[in-house]
């Protein structure tokens, strides 16, 4: 297999897929991630919880009713 489809292959993987080789890329490890819990900052829930009402205000409306 040659780069050029080495990297075309990276390109096409999902987001978590795309996270273990650039772990590996960064660290020549690969973590199982099981048994490690991670948490969004505070910061970081807010900015995406307002960002989902922002995009969805009028389905959440209805619900709400």
């Known amino acids: 297999m040659s780069a050029a ?3 075309e292959q ?3 993987l999902s ?4 996270e273990i080789v ?4 960064l660290n020549g490890q690969i ?3 099981q048994g490690e819990v991670r948490y969004v900052s505070d910061e970081g829930f807010d900015q995406a919880a307002g960002g989902v ?7 959440l409306q209805k619900l709400a009713k």
């Open 53 to 59: 009402f922002e995009k969805h205000d009028e389905l």
């Open 15 to 18: 987001p978590a897929d795309l």
């Open 22 to 25: 650039r772990e590996f890329v």
């Open 5 to 7: 489809e080495l990297i």
């Open 10 to 12: 990276i390109k096409a």
């Open 31 to 33: 973590r199982s991630g």
